[in-house]
Structures are given as structure tokens and as C-alpha cells.
T-cell receptor, first 110, second 114 residues
């Protein structure tokens, strides 16, 4: 079955790098996503990676994918207080509905 | 487009009452999803539609929950009768698939059943 796991909480200081990790179990996932949820809001797509890629960089964001270990990570460089939010990884196995992890709450301390 | 629109934003109701949550997807999107978010269970898929047809409702908790999509621009999620354990934030999302596709989420409806 599908099960996406994340650690629940991460605290970093402003200016440091944040690394949020995710493991998934469905090897047929075509795309893997990172969504961001700010307080009182819905989820917004942050970035995504296609399953045949190992890495994707987008400004301060770096996504690493290890298909062998089914491990996905999101690195945020120079983390700012505005990055404080809940981050969800999600997989698209082709059935069109995303399966989300439990979310990692990122707290950025000034 | 104004994005996915959900109403109401907040709903407080008494146990046993019927609750109807509403969603207007983004125009042109042919997939619509209902998710429920709680602290204990995270984000769960309840049901999703393709071209107004329910495709997978295996996430619907029980018969008290029902969802409809009478046309491409409107969907409802109904709980009858409601129970305190239904308290959660309910999200509607829509997407149009072609390769990588982004699911756009509404702001959610925070439901409290007392």
C-alpha cells in the first residue's frame, strides 16, 4: 500500500539551511511533490521532481531523490522566518490523487 | 480565475445535524478531490471525481458521508448525521492532468461538531 512518512517537527535558526526528509513506499510513483501550508491556508505547490531525476534546484530550494531507498528530501537554503510553515511531501502513483505525508512543521527562529 | 473556492470557511454545528460543504473548482479542471486534515491522521483523501464522475470513494469514512458533483463547476460534501469526531479541516482541490500536474487547493472549511 501507499504510505508516505515524514518527521513531524524541525526547528532551525534564520539563515541556516533546513532539510526536510520524506520516505515513500510506492516505487511506481511518477512524480514527487513538496507542498507548503501556511497557517489557516490551503496547500500550495512548492516544487516537484520527476522520478527519473536525482536532483532539482530552484532558487533556494533543492530536492534530492534516492529512488533505491525511496527517500526524498527538501533543502531550503538561507531559511527565513517567512519559511515557517508545514511542508508536505506527496506522491503521484498514477491514480491521479496525491498521497500526502503527515507534514513537517518547520519553525524558523530569528 | 479566483482559484478553488470553498464555503463556508468555518462551520460550527451540533452533533446529529446535517452539514454541507461546498466547492467550486478552477474552470477547466477535470479532476476534483476532497481531503480531510486532522492532527491525528494528517491529510486523508476522501473521494475524487473525474469529469464529474466519482472515481475512488474508498476514503469516505462511512455512510454518513456523501459527495456529489452535479456539474463541472460545483461539488458538495455532506455529513449526515454529524459527530464530534468529524471535526477537521476539509479541503477541496482541483487539477487538470497532463504529465506533471499541480493540484490547486481551496482555503478549506474548518468544521467543528459540538
Amino acid at each position: 500500500g501507499e504510505d508516505v512518512e515524514q518527521s513531524l517537527f524541525l526547528s532551525v535558526r534564520e539563515g541556516d539551511s533546513s532539510v526536510i526528509n520524506c520516505t515513500y513506499t510506492d516505487s511506481s510513483s511518477t512524480y514527487l511533490y513538496w507542498y507548503k501550508q501556511e497557517p489557516g491556508a490551503g496547500l500550495q505547490l512548492l516544487t516537484y521532481i520527476f522520478s527519473n531525476m536525482d536532483m532539482k534546484q530552484d532558487q533556494r530550494l533543492t530536492v534530492l531523490l534516492n529512488k533505491k531507498d525511496k527517500h526524498l528530501s527538501l533543502r531550503i537554503a538561507d531559511t527565513q522566518t517567512g519559511d515557517s510553515a508545514i511542508y508536505f511531501c506527496a506522491e503521484d502513483t498514477g491514480r491521479r490523487a496525491l498521497t500526502f505525508g503527515s507534514g513537517t512543521r518547520l519553525q524558523v527562529q530569528p | 480565475d479566483a482559484g478553488v473556492i470553498q464555503s463556508p470557511r468555518h462551520e460550527v454545528t451540533e452533533m446529529g445535524q446535517e452539514v454541507t460543504l461546498r466547492c467550486k473548482p478552477i474552470s477547466g479542471h477535470d479532476y476534483l478531490f476532497w481531503y480531510r486534515q486532522t492532527m491525528m491522521r494528517g491529510l486523508e483523501l476522501l473521494i475524487y471525481f473525474n469529469n464529474n464522475v466519482p472515481i475512488d470513494d474508498s476514503g469516505m469514512p462511512e455512510d454518513r458521508f456523501s459527495a456529489k458533483m452535479p456539474n463541472a463547476s460545483f461539488s458538495t460534501l455532506k455529513i449526515q448525521p454529524s459527530e464530534p469526531r468529524d471535526s477537521a479541516v476539509y479541503f477541496c482541490a482541483s487539477a487538470s492532468y497532463g504529465g506533471m500536474s499541480e493540484a490547486f487547493f481551496g482555503q478549506g472549511t474548518r468544521l467543528t461538531v459540538v
